[in-house]
């Protein structure tokens, strides 16, 4: 009877949840009140797949939603993004029958990385992808290998861990492990030889702490590394990025799947690769892995197309105090070869606690934005004095940069006759009050 009420208590909550736009983690955090262990007593499905790391999560789990589905799974997956253990249990509880059995082949779960311990303290995945650790949201997050650590206490013996084998931190979980399956890219065009970024999380064995080397950089710390001192080293992959052309969108998989791409960025292409990984496991083919993937376009909301005015755009979610997603996204815009104009919204740190600290946007690569398809630069929002100050350090003409404390001010700037495109840029903390002010597509 606690099992059924527990659950029928959760139900009611994400309806009348669900009827004002809300709902996601609130239900699962009564019926964790209600029977603390509830999560122990559903019968699962035969696949659990979770997903985590530091960027990535909600991309790569829609992904790989809209694969199993499209060939004829059923999948119970937290698409509303919320992914500590109250949003996991509505997910499960709202997927369950009363009868305490859920109800999918696949349940489908992104975790954030430093509550995964407590997520699957009930739950134990029988597939868990890791994507990537970065430093990420130091207030909240502190340095990656206390995420790592965190993360360590999630992983069971019993569990395939799906790892990106580029990234020398995510790797050292498969150490000494059977069941690990990686993913990861083959050196490829876009590659440097020399490291790229303003710093290097990549130049200390994760395993012994002494100096490693790279024979290629895919982007920051990702690409092929090697300790010279204790022989730790990228390992094979079962499922490998073999070419990627971001001029004309296209990458390829296994040397015979190609996909083409919505979004022309690397991050773009390790989700779609960890998506194609989870697909191929539960035994669906790759050709039609990549027919369900190309072109495809998210639905999350973390980029989005826009009207202002006669000026067309897009706007990439990034995320604050995390320099690596914003080098991305700055990635996108500067390769745009038929001229651009950027516009940085630096507004609301976070959502979730107080902080003051932005110190961060030092550790972005602005300096991409020097070159010459990027027009014009517009800076926005509460911190950007703090920006001014920045660019004032890329060499950058200061004419090509303007500044503006309010946000619809510097929407109006741009809102003019010109044709050039727009790339906004800023967090889910901050993209509201932009799309509040133009068209959305």
């Not at 073999?242 to 190609?258: C, H, Q, R, S, W």
């Not at 967090?427 to 597509?441: A, E, Y």
Request: hydrophobic share 35%; charged share 25%.
């Amino acid at each position: 009877m606690k099992v059924f009420f527990t659950i029928l208590v959760c139900k009611v909550l994400k309806f009348i949840g669900n009827l004002i736009g809300k709902g996601s983690s609130y239900p699962g955090k009564v019926a964790l009140k209600l029977c603390p262990d509830i999560l122990s007593r559903v019968k699962l499905p035969q696949y659990i797949i979770a997903v985590t790391g530091s960027n990535g999560k909600t991309s790569t789990v829609e992904m790989i939603a809209h694969i199993l589905q499209k060939n004829g799974k059923k999948v119970a997956w937290n698409k509303e993004g919320s992914n500590q253990i109250e949003g996991v249990t509505t997910l499960v509880l709202g997927s369950a029958g009363l009868d305490g059995k859920v109800k999918c082949d696949v349940l489908l779960i992104e975790s954030d990385e430093r509550f995964a311990r407590y997520t699957f303290r009930y739950i134990k995945p029988t597939h868990y992808v890791m994507t990537n650790l970065y430093r990420d949201q130091l207030t909240r997050n502190g340095h990656p290998e206390w995420v790592y650590d965190a993360l360590a206490d999630s992983i069971y013996d019993e569990t395939t861990l799906i790892l990106n084998s580029d990234d020398p931190l995510i790797s050292t979980f498969g150490i000494d492990r059977d069941k690990v399956i990686r993913f990861g890219a083959d050196e490829l065009s876009s590659d440097t030889k020399e490291l790229q970024s303003v710093y290097d999380d990549g130049a200390y064995c994760p395993v012994c702490k002494k100096p490693m080397t790279y024979s290629t950089h895919h982007y920051n710390h990702i690409g092929h590394y090697k300790c010279t001192s204790c022989g730790y080293h990228r390992m094979p992959t079962d499922y490998t990025i073999t070419a990627v052309d971001l001029d004309k969108g296209e990458m390829e998989i296994d040397g015979k799947y190609k996909i083409s791409l919505a979004l022309k960025s690397l991050y773009n292409i390790y989700n779609i690769l960890s998506a194609y990984t989870v697909g191929r496991i539960i035994g669906i083919d790759g050709e039609s892995i990549a027919e369900n993937m190309n072109d495809y376009v998210m639905k999350n909301g973390r980029v989005l197309t826009f009207t202002l005015g006669r000026r067309r755009g897009t706007l990439l979610t990034s995320k604050h105090e995390n320099s690596i997603s914003y080098d991305q996204s700055i990635r996108v815009a500067s390769a745009y070869k038929e001229g651009c104009d950027v516009l940085i919204i630096i507004d609301a740190i976070s959502r979730k606690y107080e902080t003051g600290d932005i110190s961060w946007i030092w550790d972005i690569d602005f300096e991409m934005l020097g070159n010459d398809n990027v027009h014009e630069i517009v800076l926005a929002g509460k911190f950007a004095p703090e920006l001014v100050q920045r660019f004032s350090y890329t060499g950058i003409p200061q004419d090509r940069i303007k500044s503006f404390v309010d946000i619809e001010e510097a929407v109006n700037y741009l809102d003019s006759d010109r044709k050039d495109y727009i790339y906004t840029i800023t967090c889910f903390s901050d993209k509201g009050k932009f799309l509040s002010r133009v068209k959305g597509d």
